[in-house]
Structure formats: structure tokens, C-alpha cells
RNA sequence: GCGCUCGUAGCUCAAUUGGAUAGAGCAACGGCCUUCUAAGCCGUAGGCUACAGGUUCAAGUCCUGUCGGGCGUACCA
């Protein structure tokens, strides 16, 4: 409906620049909207206002004029008027509105999917949490971010690739493996104090269990060895990534790749990059400034081997080699997203937590040093979750090793509560996560209120049985029944869907859709309660079915695209 | 100090990416069930969008500065 309006505005556009209002070169550019104040129209556009200039008329006058042009539309404009400082807003006639309904109850499922984004490809890199310990909810709420983001970019066409970075190489694999193998020891009654530095946690001697079940005694030695064997290490990862996809399943969360970033190491492609960053001339032996503004008692000039990033955007250059000659974290980033570019994404999309933020500038220089091509990596930033019970902050401590992991938390409160919930918020914000009003059957509760709506369609359709009523089906022509503004109103949003998904899929904004699903639910729950569905009138009965039927259709969508329940019963 | 990010009703947050009179929910107050789920609905009240400039026909949104919160700030990941 939006590009009828499109072409209609431009068409006449061109009728004027005939007529000489309009110079040859002048560019037309405006928009087509959906006014949020409803007495303004369906379709709003700012034409005049920004054409005025062009024209070298006042906007209002402008508008007259573009009125006056405009070509007779048959039965989808019911009236336009021009209004305010030029706006030109359209009214539809209520046959052009109805026409929503059976185009939903065709598309089923299918309504809001779209083909805009056909032929692209892009990967979404999330969760990547290392392999050292359970999922906290900080993970979580990357995790359902990620994976809705991918959803939304497949309901507008594009192929998707999800993928899990899995840090199983560097420093902290080795402390989970000795703090494994301490615990171990204890096991076998041979104490020893842990070390500063080691995971104090009850997680580990979990671990440690389940090396004794199966190894039995194999690993204890005379002494606790400096460094954990590497086979205990690899026990103690693997045990924990289990953990992690075993709670990425719960919340319905899988992964086309992991990605190891030992095979890096093993395939040589971080000495290799580093090797094409030094053709490029872009590495250099130097030492870094001291930070300001931040006291380190430790710092001493060292010269190491850095990557001129500050000639891609960074505040400074980045170390890619330690004083000793090893690789530092980051060359292996730079190498891992230098092979994921070279996979043939169109783009790619990282979600960090916020901490991470410091980190993108040097990875997205790196990758614009490597590939030339400066805006394929995209890195969305989600923000930490606070826990609450019944309003009261949950107390975490990570160093005591007390805190509430993403498990006990989905256990609780159930995978379609608290994917809801993280979703409720911009990723950018900080989210306040309450399990008993997660879980509150009263409309204080997101998701329950939505999910309702959903459910009382389905009431309606049981109630239709048991009446002894035919099953519905569409008739086009008693749709002219619905003339009520609460239906209008209905109509309007169901209308407005496929473009809050495109818009929702554009923007990697997925907290859009929640919002949306909110404000259909209570313009649901408002026509629920003031208007009786099943009518004696047949036809009026029949139209009504076909609108709240449509509004279902709508909601489980929208939940779908959430990784969401539509529960046909409460 | 610098960078990123946020600042909107008492609280938690939206706001079609520059559109018209800034919207919801919670909390407060007042109403609605012999009728399809009251697990719901309706109404009242609540605002100098942190502050000051600037750009624009139009600014919560863009640019500059100030104040305040969060995160980050070499050989951790």
C-alpha cells in the first residue's frame, strides 16, 4: 500500500515538473509515513515541505497544488487533505483496509516475510562465551539478541550463518585446567591451598568429578604439576561447552559453526596474517604510551610489536605481539575475521557484550587493512541484565563464585519468558530482569498479556465448536461489516506488520517487535472486551471472525519470529 | 585525560531513524462481569525530552559545548 502511495505522489510530481513547477534536475526525494496521530491519515507524506524550495513556493501552497494533481485512485483512497505545515495525508477507503485480512489468512505463517533482502549474505557471530564456565545471564541476553537478529534477517530473505567463536586456546584455558586439577587432587584427599587467580567456583569440582569418573586416578602425579596436562584442559573445556549447548538448547538457540580458534593456532593463519599485515608495511616494532587517566603501578616501556590501526580510525596501535614473541589475543581475532571476510558474507555482524566495546575499532581496522572493504563488520553491543526477585536486586558475586547462571534462571522462568523479556530492551540499555514478574500471569507481564491475546482468538474458535457452528472461513464480501474504529484500528496495525519486521530486520533492532506485539495485543484486548465476536448476525459474525483471526495469525507470527510460544490455551 | 554508550512522566522503557499535540506499562485515584477467558477493559492524573547554543519549514532524534551515569583504556580474553 505504501509504494501505491509512493508512485502515486511521484507520478504527479512529475505532472508538475510538465508544467514547469519543478526544474528538469530537480531530484525527488520524501517520504511516505505512517502518521502516529491516526486523525492524520493512514499514509502521510512531506513532499511539499521538502520540495518547497524547489519549487520556490510555500510548502502549504506547494501541497495545494500536488492535491489538485493528483490522478482519481478508485476505491483504495477514500480522501487526502493537506494539513499542518504541508503534510499531505491519505486516508484509505475501508474496502482498500479490509483487504488486509485475506491477504493475511493467504500468507499464514508467511505474513511479514519478505524478499527485500534475497541474494544477501550474512553471518551473525554471538554468544562466543569462552569455554571456562556455565552461561550467566549476560550471555543469555546476547544469545536470544543474536539469534532473533538472524530470524528477522531470514524472514527478509537473506541467508543467515550462525556462528559460536570458541576461545579454546590462550591463558584462561590453562587456569580452568589447573583450577580442574586442583580440585582433583582434593578429591583424593591430597589438599592443596588454590592459588590466587584459579576459579574458586562449586562448577569446578563438578568437573573435577567427572574427570575421576572417567580416569579414575590417571592424572594424579607425585607433585601438582606447573602446567595441567593438556588432556585434562581439554576434558575441563569440553565438559564446560557441553554445559554451554545444552543451555543454548533450552532456550531453543543452535549454531551452524564453532569455530575453534585453536585451529587457527594449528593451521598457521595468525602467523600468516601477521606476515600480510608486515607486506603492507602496517607492523612496526615499538613502544607504547602510557594510558592516562588511569594509575598502573606495573607499567614499564616494552617494546612490542604493534599494527598501525590509528590510520584506521583507532586512538592508537595495537599490540599483535607480546614482549616474548607470542601472538596476543587480538592477532588471532584479526585472523579469525579475516576468515570469516574471506567466506564471502556480504556482511557480518558481531554481538559483544558492552565490556567489549573498546575492541571494535581495532578489529574493524584491521579487517579495512585487510580486505578494503571498510563496512563489512558490524558489531552490535548488548548491555549487562540485572536480576530481580519480586523487586529485590539478587546479590551476584563472581569472585565468590556465587552467582545465578542463565540455566537456573530459564528453569525457573521458562525459555519464552526470558527470551521475551531480554528482547523488551534495546540492546544498548540495561535491563532490569525480574523472575516473578517474568513469570506473573497478570497483564503487568509482557508476556503473558501478549500471549493471551493469542490464546483468547483460540477460545474463540473453541467456543464456535462447541456451539456447533461450521468452521470459518473468509468471505470477502461481509468484510464491509467491520466499520467499527476499534476495528479500523485493528486493521491498521495488522496492516502495519510486514514493515515493522523489514524495519525491525533492517535496523537490528529486535525489541520492535515485542513492542509491536504489545500494542496489537491491547488494541485486541480493548475490541475484545467491547465487542462480541460471535453475533447472532451471520455475516457480521463471520466478518468479525475473519479480523480476530487475522490478529492471531498476526501475534504467533510475531512470537515466531521470537523464538516464542503462541500458546493456544493459558 | 581519551574513546564508546546512555540521560525522555515518581519507576521501567518506547518513539516509524528529521515530522504534526512526545507515547505505553507499573505505581496512585475512579469506574466496568446474569453475554465468547475480569488472567481483561475504560477513565483521571502525571513532561521545559539533563542543560546551553547551532543547523532546518520542522529536533527527543543531527552538530558543538557543559553536567551526570555505565563500560573500556598496553605483553587478559
Given at each position: 500500500m505504501r509504494s501505491i502511495i509512493d508512485r502515486l505522489i511521484t507520478t504527479t510530481l512529475e505532472r508538475l515538473r510538465h508544467e514547469?513547477?519543478?526544474?528538469?534536475?530537480?531530484a525527488f526525494v520524501f517520504n511516505v509515513e505512517r502518521p502516529r496521530d491516526k486523525n492524520h491519515g493512514d499514509f502521510a507524506t512531506n513532499a511539499a515541505l521538502v520540495l518547497a524550495k524547489a519549487a520556490r513556493l510555500p510548502p502549504r501552497l506547494l501541497a495545494e497544488k500536488i492535491v489538485a494533481a493528483l490522478p482519481d485512485t478508485q476505491n483504495d483512497v477514500e480522501k487526502w487533505e493537506v494539513a499542518g505545515p504541508g503534510f499531505i495525508n491519505f486516508f484509505l477507503s475501508d474496502y482498500s483496509l479490509h483487504t488486509i485480512i485475506p491477504t493475511i489468512w493467504q500468507a499464514g505463517?508467511?505474513?511479514?516475510?519478505?524478499?527485500?533482502?534475497?541474494g544477501r549474505k550474512i553471518q551473525v557471530e554471538f554468544v562466543s562465551a569462552n569455554p571456562t564456565g556455565p552461561m550467566h545471564l549476560g550471555h543469555g541476553r546476547g544469545a536470544v539478541t543474536g539469534d532473533v537478529i538472524a530470524r528477522l534477517l531470514q524472514a527478509i530473505g537473506c541467508t543467515v550463518e550462525r556462528e559460536y567463536y570458541i576461545n579454546d586456546a590462550g591463558a584462561q584455558t590453562l587456569v580452568l585446567g589447573r583450577s580442574v586439577l586442583i580440585r582433583y587432587y582434593a578429591l583424593f584427599g591430597r589438599a592443596v591451598t588454590l592459588p590466587e587467580g584459579c576459579y574458586p567456583a562449586e562448577y569446578v569440582v563438578e568437573i573435577a568429578q567427572a574427570l575421576r569418573e572417567r580416569d579414575g586416578d590417571r592424572w594424579l602425579a607425585a607433585e601438582l604439576p606447573a602446567e595441567p596436562p593438556p588432556a585434562v584442559v581439554d576434558f575441563a573445556m569440553a565438559h564446560c561447552l557441553g554445559w554451554i549447548r545444552d543451555d543454548l538448547a533450552l532456550l531453543n538457540i543452535h549454531f551452524d559453526t564453532w569455530f575453534s580458534e585453536r585451529s587457527l593456532h594449528q593451521r598457521g593463519l595468525i602467523a600468516q596474517v601477521a606476515a600480510r599485515l608486515e607486506e603492507k608495511g602496517l607492523i612496526y616494532e615499538g613502544i607504547l604510551e602510557p594510558p592516562k587517566g588511569k594509575l598502573l603501578e606495573e607499567w614499564e616501556p616494552r617494546p612490542q610489536r604493534l599494527f598501525r590501526s590509528s590510520q584506521f580510525g583507532d586512538e592508537v596501535d595495537r599490540p599483535l605481539q607480546k614482549s616474548d614473541g607470542t601472538f596476543t589475543y587480538f592477532a588471532a581475532d584479526i585472523a579469525y575475521h579475516l576468515d570469516k571476510a574471506e567466506r564471502n558474507f556480504d556482511t557480518l555482524i558481531n554481538i559483544w557484550g558492552a565490556d567489549h566495546g573498546g575492541y571494535i575499532k581495532r578489529v574493524q581496522a584491521a579487517l579495512t587493512a585487510l580486505?578494503?572493504?571498510?563496512?563489512?563488520l558490524e558489531v552490535r553491543l548488548v548491555q549487562m541484565v540485572n536480576l530481580f526477585r519480586g523487586g529485590q536486586p539478587v546479590r551476584m558475586s563472581k569472585r565468590s563464585g556465587t552467582f545465578v547462571t542463565l540455566r537456573e534462571v530459564v528453569e525457573e522462568a521458562g525459555s519464552d519468558a526470558v527470551r521475551f523479556w531480554f528482547l523488551l530492551r534495546s540492546a544498548g540499555a540495561n535491563l532490569d530482569f525480574d523472575l516473578e514478574l517474568a513469570m506473573?500471569?497478570?497483564?503487568?507481564?509482557p508476556i503473558f498479556y501478549v500471549q493471551y491475546a493469542h490464546a483468547r482468538v483460540h477460545s474463540v474458535w473453541r467456543r464456535l465448536a462447541e456451539k456447533g457452528l461450521p468452521p470459518h472461513t473468509v468471505q470477502?464480501?461481509?468484510?464491509?461489516?467491520?466499520?467499527?474504529p476499534d476495528e479500523r484500528d485493528l486493521l491498521r496495525l495488522l496492516s502495519r506488520f510486514p514493515e515493522v519486521v523489514e524495519n525491525a530486520a533492517l535496523e537490528k533492532e529486535p525489541q520492535k517487535i515485542p513492542y509491536y506485539l504489545l500494542e496489537l495485543a491491547a488494541a485486541f484486548h480493548t475490541y475484545y472486551n467491547g465487542h462480541r465476536i460471535l453475533d447472532e448476525d451471520a455475516d457480521l459474525r463471520g466478518a468479525r471472525l475473519s479480523l480476530i483471526g487475522a490478529v492471531g495469525l498476526v501475534i504467533a507470527n510475531g512470537l515466531t519470529l521470537l523464538g516464542v510460544h503462541a500458546p493456544e490455551q493459558m
Amino acid at each position: 500500500m505504501r509504494s501505491i502511495i509512493d508512485r502515486l505522489i511521484t507520478t504527479t510530481l512529475e505532472r508538475l515538473r510538465h508544467e514547469g513547477i519543478f526544474s528538469p534536475d530537480t531530484a525527488f526525494v520524501f517520504n511516505v509515513e505512517r502518521p502516529r496521530d491516526k486523525n492524520h491519515g493512514d499514509f502521510a507524506t512531506n513532499a511539499a515541505l521538502v520540495l518547497a524550495k524547489a519549487a520556490r513556493l510555500p510548502p502549504r501552497l506547494l501541497a495545494e497544488k500536488i492535491v489538485a494533481a493528483l490522478p482519481d485512485t478508485q476505491n483504495d483512497v477514500e480522501k487526502w487533505e493537506v494539513a499542518g505545515p504541508g503534510f499531505i495525508n491519505f486516508f484509505l477507503s475501508d474496502y482498500s483496509l479490509h483487504t488486509i485480512i485475506p491477504t493475511i489468512w493467504q500468507a499464514g505463517s508467511q505474513f511479514g516475510h519478505s524478499q527485500i533482502g534475497a541474494g544477501r549474505k550474512i553471518q551473525v557471530e554471538f554468544v562466543s562465551a569462552n569455554p571456562t564456565g556455565p552461561m550467566h545471564l549476560g550471555h543469555g541476553r546476547g544469545a536470544v539478541t543474536g539469534d532473533v537478529i538472524a530470524r528477522l534477517l531470514q524472514a527478509i530473505g537473506c541467508t543467515v550463518e550462525r556462528e559460536y567463536y570458541i576461545n579454546d586456546a590462550g591463558a584462561q584455558t590453562l587456569v580452568l585446567g589447573r583450577s580442574v586439577l586442583i580440585r582433583y587432587y582434593a578429591l583424593f584427599g591430597r589438599a592443596v591451598t588454590l592459588p590466587e587467580g584459579c576459579y574458586p567456583a562449586e562448577y569446578v569440582v563438578e568437573i573435577a568429578q567427572a574427570l575421576r569418573e572417567r580416569d579414575g586416578d590417571r592424572w594424579l602425579a607425585a607433585e601438582l604439576p606447573a602446567e595441567p596436562p593438556p588432556a585434562v584442559v581439554d576434558f575441563a573445556m569440553a565438559h564446560c561447552l557441553g554445559w554451554i549447548r545444552d543451555d543454548l538448547a533450552l532456550l531453543n538457540i543452535h549454531f551452524d559453526t564453532w569455530f575453534s580458534e585453536r585451529s587457527l593456532h594449528q593451521r598457521g593463519l595468525i602467523a600468516q596474517v601477521a606476515a600480510r599485515l608486515e607486506e603492507k608495511g602496517l607492523i612496526y616494532e615499538g613502544i607504547l604510551e602510557p594510558p592516562k587517566g588511569k594509575l598502573l603501578e606495573e607499567w614499564e616501556p616494552r617494546p612490542q610489536r604493534l599494527f598501525r590501526s590509528s590510520q584506521f580510525g583507532d586512538e592508537v596501535d595495537r599490540p599483535l605481539q607480546k614482549s616474548d614473541g607470542t601472538f596476543t589475543y587480538f592477532a588471532a581475532d584479526i585472523a579469525y575475521h579475516l576468515d570469516k571476510a574471506e567466506r564471502n558474507f556480504d556482511t557480518l555482524i558481531n554481538i559483544w557484550g558492552a565490556d567489549h566495546g573498546g575492541y571494535i575499532k581495532r578489529v574493524q581496522a584491521a579487517l579495512t587493512a585487510l580486505t578494503g572493504k571498510p563496512g563489512l563488520l558490524e558489531v552490535r553491543l548488548v548491555q549487562m541484565v540485572n536480576l530481580f526477585r519480586g523487586g529485590q536486586p539478587v546479590r551476584m558475586s563472581k569472585r565468590s563464585g556465587t552467582f545465578v547462571t542463565l540455566r537456573e534462571v530459564v528453569e525457573e522462568a521458562g525459555s519464552d519468558a526470558v527470551r521475551f523479556w531480554f528482547l523488551l530492551r534495546s540492546a544498548g540499555a540495561n535491563l532490569d530482569f525480574d523472575l516473578e514478574l517474568a513469570m506473573a500471569k497478570t497483564n503487568d507481564n509482557p508476556i503473558f498479556y501478549v500471549q493471551y491475546a493469542h490464546a483468547r482468538v483460540h477460545s474463540v474458535w473453541r467456543r464456535l465448536a462447541e456451539k456447533g457452528l461450521p468452521p470459518h472461513t473468509v468471505q470477502r464480501d461481509q468484510l464491509a461489516r467491520l466499520t467499527e474504529p476499534d476495528e479500523r484500528d485493528l486493521l491498521r496495525l495488522l496492516s502495519r506488520f510486514p514493515e515493522v519486521v523489514e524495519n525491525a530486520a533492517l535496523e537490528k533492532e529486535p525489541q520492535k517487535i515485542p513492542y509491536y506485539l504489545l500494542e496489537l495485543a491491547a488494541a485486541f484486548h480493548t475490541y475484545y472486551n467491547g465487542h462480541r465476536i460471535l453475533d447472532e448476525d451471520a455475516d457480521l459474525r463471520g466478518a468479525r471472525l475473519s479480523l480476530i483471526g487475522a490478529v492471531g495469525l498476526v501475534i504467533a507470527n510475531g512470537l515466531t519470529l521470537l523464538g516464542v510460544h503462541a500458546p493456544e490455551q493459558m
